[in-house]
């Protein structure tokens, strides 16, 4: 039996979660987050946890077991305390700014980089240096960061660019110079 996936969800106060088959609905008060799952998969609402069942121990179906409790765990966690990604910017004039719903980066390019915020997302610029991605969405907020990240990964040379503020860069030694030639 899966350990995650047997474990049940415990629905806060102020959460309201409808099932409809396999298709659930979360709705807090951080927005309302809505999911269909795979057929095999039993989800059941008793009082004020929900329980996730499989129909059999087939590989498939253990997978999935943990896999969907995890998701609807997720979802439940995101419209009640959020999700937030912190990303760092390192280089000489690299900077990020913040206009209305658009995320403008100096990173080095001849132009800056617009990045809009999408629909449930909202983008932060504590400082030019820093950038914090907030939102109900667990793999939304993931994949945002991500596209933030992907216009200037940091390089290993001299550490410029934007990463994640948990990554470590593994940094590498330059040249050794041009000894011997002549």
């Known amino acids: 039996m899966s350990r995650i996936g047997r ?15 396999n298709n659930i ?58 999700f937030e990604k912190s990303l760092e910017i390192a280089g000489v004039g690299f900077r990020a700014q913040k206009q209305g719903k658009k995320l403008i980066l100096n990173i080095g390019f001849s132009h800056p980089v617009e990045i809009e915020e999408p629909n449930g997302i909202t983008i932060e610029v504590p400082s030019p240096n820093n950038i914090i991605v907030k939102g109900a969405d667990k793999q939304l907020v993931g994949e945002v960061a991500a596209q933030i990240r992907k216009k200037r990964p940091p390089e290993p040379y001299k550490g410029k660019g934007i990463k994640y503020s948990d990554e470590v860069v593994i940094r590498k030694e330059g040249k050794a110079g041009a000894k011997g030639k002549g």
């Not at 474990?7 to 088959?21: E, Q, S, T």
């Not at 987050?33 to 329980?51: A, D, P, R, V």
């Open 7 to 21: 474990m049940p969800i415990v629905i806060p106060a102020g959460v309201d979660v409808k099932l409809d088959g």
């Open 25 to 82: 609905t979360v709705k807090g008060p951080k927005g309302t987050l809505s999911s269909s799952f795979h057929k095999n998969m039993t989800i059941e609402k008793e009082g004020n946890t929900i329980i996730v069942k499989r129909p059999n121990d087939e590989k498939e179906n253990r997978a999935l077991h943990g896999l969907t409790r995890s998701l609807i765990n997720n979802m439940v966690i995101g419209v009640t305390k959020g």
